[in-house]
C-alpha cells in the first residue's frame, strides 16, 4: 500500500480523495489550514497515517507544512489539491504575494522543493488555464490592475507548466497535471455540472495505479483521459522562465 498527502482534504475533492484512498487501504497524510479545520477530519483521523496543519498563504506555515510530512516518513505520492478560486481583491499573504498567486502556485512549488522527493505528483489544474496567456510579466499582480478570473487562469497555468517540468527534468518522478472539471464542490459552487465523483477519481488512480497510462509521466488529465494542455505549459522554455520566477519569488530551489 502506498502512502500519500492531500493538501485540502478537509473538503471538496480532496476529502473524497482521502477516502477513496483510505478505503482502499492506502496511508493517508491528510491536511486542513487551520486546527479548526481539521477537525473536520474527525472521521477519517482514526485510518489516518496523520494530520499536517498550515496555510497554504502563509511561506512560513507552507515551510513549516512540509517539516510536518517530512517527519511522518517520505510519501510515495502527494496531491497537490488544495487551491481557492476567485477572490474579489487582490488579498495578500503576509510575505505580501497575491493569495490566488500564492495558494495555487507557490505552495504547489514550495512543498515541491521542500518534502522528501516522492515517487509521484499531481497537481491540480483547470480547464480555465487555457484562457491565461503566456506573458510571464508581473505574475503577481503588483503592477496591473487586478482581474479574479485573468489571475485565477494564469495560476493554474503556472501549476500546469510546474508539473510539466518536474516530468522533464526528474525522469525518475511521475509527475501530472489533472483538470478536475468544473464540479459542484464549495469552490465550484452547487450548481456546477460536473461529475464530482470522476472529479476525484483520476487523482486517485494516478497516485497508486499500475496501468500503463498512470505511469507514463507528463500527463495533463480530465476524467482519466489524456488531454493536451496549453502550448506555453508544454514549451520548456516557458517552464524554465517560469520555474526561475517562481525560486526568486519563494526563496527555494526546486530544480
Do not use: C
Not at 81 to 86: C, D, K, P, Q, S
Not at 129 to 145: F, K, N, V
Not at 177 to 191: E, L, N, S
Not at 224 to 245: N, V, W
Amino acid at each position: 500500500m502506498a502512502r500519500i498527502f492531500i493538501t485540502g482534504s478537509a473538503d471538496g475533492l480532496g476529502r473524497a480523495a482521502a477516502r477513496t484512498l483510505l478505503d482502499e487501504g492506502h496511508d493517508v497524510v491528510l491536511h486542513a489550514r487551520t486546527p479548526g479545520r481539521a477537525t473536520a477530519l474527525a472521521d477519517l483521523a482514526a485510518h489516518a497515517a496523520g494530520i499536517v496543519v498550515g496555510d497554504l498563504g502563509s511561506a512560513l506555515e507552507t515551510r513549516a507544512l512540509a517539516d510536518q510530512v517530512n517527519s511522518i516518513g517520505r510519501m510515495d505520492a502527494v496531491i497537490h489539491n488544495a487551491g481557492i478560486y476567485l477572490e474579489p481583491t487582490r488579498a495578500t499573504t503576509p510575505e505580501g504575494h497575491a493569495r490566488t498567486l500564492a495558494v495555487n502556485t507557490l505552495a504547489p512549488y514550495l512543498l515541491t522543493a521542500l518534502i522528501d522527493r516522492p515517487h509521484r505528483l499531481i497537481y491540480l489544474s483547470s480547464g480555465l488555464h487555457r484562457g491565461a496567456g503566456g506573458s510571464l510579466h508581473d505574475i503577481d499582480w503588483t503592477e496591473r490592475r487586478w482581474n479574479p478570473g485573468q489571475a485565477y487562469s494564469e495560476s493554474k497555468l503556472y501549476v500546469t507548466a510546474l508539473a510539466l517540468a518536474v516530468a522533464r527534468r526528474w525522469p525518475h518522478v511521475l509527475s501530472h497535471a489533472v483538470d478536475p472539471g468544473w464540479v459542484p464542490t464549495k469552490m465550484g459552487g452547487r450548481g456546477a455540472p460536473d461529475d464530482l465523483e470522476l472529479g476525484h477519481l483520476t487523482q486517485t488512480w494516478l497516485a497508486v495505479s499500475n496501468d500503463p497510462a498512470a505511469t507514463a509521466s507528463g500527463g495533463y488529465w480530465h476524467h482519466r483521459k489524456r488531454q493536451t494542455p496549453a502550448p506555453e505549459a508544454l514549451d520548456p522554455g516557458f517552464q524554465d522562465r517560469l520555474m526561475d520566477r517562481l525560486a526568486e519569488l519563494t526563496g527555494a530551489e526546486a530544480f
